[in-house]
């Protein structure tokens, strides 16, 4: 029986091993790519602000947005979700470039902009660091989160025919909740071997933590107009 105990032990450690380091290989590739990705999408939106090009509109960005998700959900374990990714961060970047400009040419737009930078890596960095430390299963917040960004997403077609400036800030103030809540939860997803594919593990954290920047830029700008 002891025999039997400890070969039962061994078995449950190795595999706990197994999955360890697949999470960690997968943690591995996604921050690798982030990185990769969230460079790409800055030389694209420093071009737009360079060119001084114009907005996309709502239903080219919509449409740009959802339509390139699909496609990489649909290739994801092949190299051409990665292309297909790489096309999807420097539309993003192409998207926020004019949000940029219009923050640059406010009082202290420069400031408010490495403001908003600023806080988006030390927000992302906080949290990452939590959820790899603690190690908590932060599943208990996907229910949460997926209300949260539906009312978001509400608000935001609210506010697109209402243009009530409170509820704008509202509605940013809400997304910068959810996107750091998004943060922990996908990276707690990916340290208990929930996600396994580190391209959309990618997609996820890039999502979020390009709204946590644009939300938190649209609060600072608000804020410098005063």
Same mark, same amino acid.
């Given at each position: 029986?002891?025999?039997? &105990?400890?070969?039962?032990?061994?078995?449950?450690?190795?595999?706990?091993?197994?999955?360890?380091?697949?999470?960690?290989?997968?943690?591995?590739?996604?921050?690798?790519?982030?990185?990769?990705?969230?460079?790409?999408?800055?030389?694209?939106?420093?071009?737009?602000?360079?060119?001084?090009?114009?907005?996309?509109?709502?239903?080219?960005?919509?449409?740009?947005?959802?339509?390139?998700?699909?496609?990489?959900?649909?290739?994801?374990?092949?190299? &051409?979700?990665?292309?297909?990714?790489?096309?999807?961060?420097?539309? /993003?970047?192409?998207?926020?470039?004019?949000?940029?400009?219009?923050?640059?040419?406010?009082?202290?737009?420069?400031?408010?902009?490495?403001?908003?930078?600023?806080? &988006?890596?030390?927000?992302?960095?906080?949290?990452?660091?939590?959820?790899?430390?603690?190690?908590?299963?932060?599943?208990?917040?996907?229910?949460?989160?997926?209300?949260?960004?539906?009312?978001?997403?509400?608000?935001?077609?609210?506010?697109?025919?209402?243009?009530?400036?409170?509820?704008?800030?509202?509605?940013?103030?809400?997304?910068?909740?959810?996107?750091?809540?998004?943060?922990?939860?996908? &990276?707690?997803?990916?340290?208990?071997?929930?996600?396994?594919?580190?391209? /959309?593990?990618?997609?996820?954290?890039?999502?979020?933590?390009?709204?946590?920047?644009?939300?938190?830029?649209?609060?600072?700008?608000?804020?410098?107009?005063?």
């Amino acid at each position: 029986m002891n025999d039997r &105990t400890q070969l039962l032990r061994s078995s449950a450690q190795s595999a706990t091993t197994v999955i360890d380091g697949a999470a960690q290989r997968v943690l591995r590739n996604t921050y690798m790519l982030l990185s990769v990705c969230l460079g790409f999408s800055a030389i694209v939106a420093a071009g737009a602000v360079a060119l001084r090009l114009p907005a996309p509109g709502i239903i080219i960005t919509l449409v740009g947005f959802y339509g390139l998700l699909w496609l990489i959900h649909r290739n994801r374990d092949s190299g &051409t979700g990665i292309a297909l990714l790489f096309a999807m961060t420097g539309f /993003m970047g192409y998207t926020v470039g004019p949000l940029i400009s219009n923050t640059l040419n406010l009082p202290h737009g420069a400031q408010t902009v490495m403001l908003a930078l600023g806080g &988006t890596a030390a927000t992302f960095a906080a949290l990452s660091a939590y959820a790899l430390i603690s190690k908590r299963d932060m599943s208990f917040m996907g229910g949460f989160l997926m209300v949260g960004m539906i009312v978001a997403i509400l608000a935001s077609l609210a506010g697109l025919f209402l243009q009530i400036p409170a509820l704008s800030l509202a509605i940013s103030a809400l997304v910068v909740l959810l996107m750091s809540g998004m943060i922990l939860y996908e &990276t707690s997803n990916i340290v208990h071997g929930g996600e396994t594919n580190y391209v /959309m593990a990618t997609l996820s954290l890039f999502v979020s933590i390009f709204n946590l920047f644009t939300s938190l830029l649209q609060l600072l700008g608000f804020a410098s107009k005063d």
